[in-house]
């Protein structure tokens, strides 16, 4: 997380804090304010909120460009900028996705039923790329979900570039903070920022971000003609979580690498999935193209499903629900879902929030052992 940000020549951290602030000037206040209007007095810029945005949608928008290395978009959800996207292809395109991936955008896609979907396993790369040959569309995840399957970022934007196909990247996992796609050669980046960018479990959020103009100017159409608008208080609470990402990114990742170790080593645990662990697949290739292996983790316990739901409701300091990226640690029996059928049925995903690393393993120890 401290490499410098080629667009600014600051380090990513700095430009979370400094990035969409209002002008330095005597008397004006140090953020950008919360702006609540639908419309405006004849003679601004933007007459119409949902056409033109507010000052707290640019301010977002502004800081979220300058890490990704694009121009931004906020929208009313992870789900509204994945819509957007997906409104930009024709009837009858082609689209490859990830067999382990984010089961709203597999279901946004699938019912449909305007596309033909192929899905991958994207850590083969010359399968995915052979799968992607005369497809329109080529939508990554990496790390995946709930998986932490690592892709290898940098050669599949090439390849598919090379046939062009265009290339997303839903960065959510990551953040910009630990790899940015557009510098690979991805043309669109996608976040839910109700994870790690907002952090506290408290908005939905989405965004997009691009580095070509006619994306950009074509995803912003389909933001106002289908009305995917944030609300202002959601954005405002948006840019504040992006302000302390980096404090919370690094208490939660530290604390997810030494658990990762330490149920590694745990005889009811069967497996781990965390790209920081030396064992794991994915972890030379994260490794080389990400700054930090992030703080979600999966683990697999002896005992079957029945056990991992037991386990849920053992513990105590961490909260059994769905979602992730907040302060507070989350776990969730992922294979429970629907479009989940290739997810072990044991498997948990962690997702690790700001609280002490000692009080999350003696709370899943606890659980582990009051369960076993």
């Not at 994915?282 to 683990?299: E, I």
């Not at 049925?345 to 709370?363: A, K, P, Q, T, Y």
Request: hydrophobic share 45%; with cysteine; net charge negative.
């Amino acid at each position: 997380m401290s490499k410098e940000h080629s667009a600014g020549r600051l380090h990513a951290e700095t430009v979370c804090v400094s990035a969409g602030r209002t002008e330095k000037r005597a008397n004006e206040p140090l953020n950008v304010p919360l702006v609540m209007a639908s419309n405006f007095r004849a003679g601004h810029t933007g007459e119409y909120a949902r056409d033109d945005g507010t000052e707290t949608w640019t301010a977002l928008e502004a800081a979220v460009g300058a890490l990704e290395g694009g121009s931004a978009l906020a929208f009313a959800s992870g789900m509204g900028a994945t819509a957007a996207v997906a409104d930009l292809l024709p009837a009858g395109a082609r689209i490859v996705v990830p067999n382990d991936s984010y089961i709203a955008m597999r279901a946004l896609f699938e019912e449909a039923g305007r596309w033909e979907i192929r899905t991958v396993d994207i850590t083969d790369t010359e399968a995915t790329l052979a799968a992607a040959q005369g497809a329109d569309l080529l939508w990554l995840e990496s790390p995946t979900n709930p998986l932490l399957d690592v892709a290898d970022l940098p050669a599949l934007c090439k390849g598919a570039r090379a046939a062009g196909v265009r290339v997303v990247v839903d960065n959510t996992f990551a953040t910009p903070l630990l790899q940015r796609p557009i510098e690979m050669g991805a043309d669109i980046v996608v976040h839910s920022a109700t994870k790690f960018i907002g952090g506290h479990s408290d908005l939905l959020l989405g965004l997009t971000v691009t580095a070509d103009p006619d994306l950009y100017k074509r995803l912003r159409r389909r933001r106002e003609l289908a009305g995917a608008t944030p609300g202002g208080l959601e954005v405002f609470l948006a840019l504040r979580g992006l302000r302390t990402m980096p404090v919370r990114l690094r208490q939660g990742e530290r604390t997810a690498a030494a658990l990762a170790q330490r149920l590694h080593e745990h005889a009811e645990v069967s497996r781990v999935r965390y790209p920081g662990l030396p064992n794991d697949p994915g972890h030379q290739r994260a490794a080389a193209q990400m700054d930090g292996f992030g703080a979600v983790l999966s683990f697999e316990v002896r005992g079957g499903s029945q056990r991992a739901d037991a386990i849920c409701e053992a513990v105590r300091v961490i909260t059994s629900a769905t979602s992730l990226g907040g302060v507070e640690s989350t776990i969730e029996r992922r294979a429970k879902l629907p479009r989940q059928e290739h997810v072990p049925g044991s498997l948990l995903r962690f997702s690790v929030g700001c609280e002490h690393l000692e009080d999350l393993w003696s709370d899943l120890a606890s659980a582990l052992a009051a369960t076993s």
